[in-house]
């Protein structure tokens, strides 16, 4: 076995180690999908050194650097696929909008990536000019892997905490708004509604009734705010009105989480112990901005329609990617002028070597 092999074999159990303990510690924190993947790939490259080094002359290293290479392919492939299918379901169902177009616009991207990742493979392997290589790697290349690199790393978090994140004893229940149809909730925000009403018994306790409250304000194309009609819902479901807070003025999920705690404080509880419900497709998001905002809060998801998953996912992942737009042109930046780097030490370092066959040569 090789250095580079235990060193790599190390550097994996090390960061799995660390990964694992900064989750348990604190799972609200989209940038461990991005720690997962750099896990995922250095345990690749140990795999791949470890099958070079116990059988050289055997195809178990190929099978160890191909297999997963075509398996990424066909995977993402086989999701373009899923979303385009998505998508026309979802206009279907849900009419023709720029929400329910999401699917369609990421499933086409996968495919673009696709053909864009063979034939930038190619260019670079047969095109031998810098200016080429300056200007396709750090507009093309970089990009797209961010993109794609934050997408899976996104989904493969989004799918860890959804296992690891469970109802605790809570000095309160936020059911976070989602809109209505006319003075009703909607079936999405009813689903959130019933996990709410379910979290009450599993924050509370034999001398502890934590509240509920029903966060959403009032929407230009609504008739009443979003909190009256769930709260209303909440009582004919039986749930006591005592135990009911109204927050009534938010129109986004940060403000639906400040103005709760806030009404709280108002109440009894300056600092609170919060569960916040919202959609499963959501929960990732709502959880950052409950860390971000130093709340003490678990977040939980209700059930939704299978074929609106994807749609409402892919949304909370392009809200997530604009938030962190600094960071990811930061990211971008940085291998640019990396590539750049390279490109500038090769061609000079290609200058010298010629210059030193030229004077060889006389």
Not at 124 to 145: E, K, M, R
Not at 301 to 323: D, I, M, N, Q, S
Request: hydrophobic share 55%.
């Amino acid at each position: 076995m090789t250095i580079a092999t235990i060193c790599f074999g190390v550097l994996a159990l090390a960061l799995w180690t660390i990964i694992g303990a900064r989750i348990v510690r604190e799972p609200r924190h989209t940038g461990y999908g991005m720690a997962i993947l750099a896990g995922i790939v250095v345990t690749w490259i140990f795999v791949v050194l470890l099958a070079s080094a116990l059988s050289p002359e055997s195809d178990l290293a190929d099978i160890a650097v191909f297999g997963p290479v075509m398996l990424v392919f066909v995977a993402v492939f086989a999701v373009s696929i899923y979303l385009l299918i998505n998508a026309v379901i979802v206009v279907r169902r849900e009419g023709l909008r720029v929400a329910t177009l999401v699917p369609a616009v990421f499933g086409v991207f996968l495919l673009i990536v696709l053909v864009a990742t063979v034939a930038t493979a190619i260019a670079l392997v047969t095109v031998d000019s810098y200016t080429t290589i300056a200007l396709l790697v750090p507009f093309v290349v970089i990009p797209i892997a961010i993109l794609v690199t934050a997408l899976f790393g996104y989904t493969a978090y989004a799918l860890v905490y959804s296992r690891v994140g469970r109802p605790m004893p809570s000095d309160a229940v936020i059911v976070l708004g989602a809109g209505l149809a006319g003075d009703k909730v909607t079936p999405l925000l009813a689903a959130r509604i019933d996990r709410g009403i379910e979290m009450l018994d599993a924050a509370g306790g034999p001398d502890h009734e934590p509240l509920l409250v029903m966060s959403g304000g009032k929407g230009s194309d609504e008739v009443l705010a979003e909190a009256e009609a769930m709260a209303r819902y909440a009582i004919d479901a039986g749930v006591d009105e005592h135990r009911i807070v109204r927050e009534d003025t938010s129109t986004t999920t940060e403000e639906n989480l400040i103005n709760s705690r806030a009404a709280l404080a108002e109440i009894v509880y300056p600092a609170p112990s919060l569960t916040v419900v919202t959609s499963d497709f959501h929960v990732l998001r709502a959880a950052s901005l409950t860390r971000r905002l130093g709340l003490d809060a678990t977040v939980v998801g209700a059930p939704t329609a299978r074929y609106y998953v994807p749609a409402g996912f892919l949304r909370e992942f392009t809200a997530c990617l604009v938030h962190y737009r600094r960071a990811n042109l930061i990211l971008w930046a940085a291998g640019s002028c990396l590539v750049w780097a390279m490109l500038a030490l090769i061609w000079y370092l290609s200058g010298l070597q010629t210059e030193v066959e030229y004077a060889m040569s006389w």
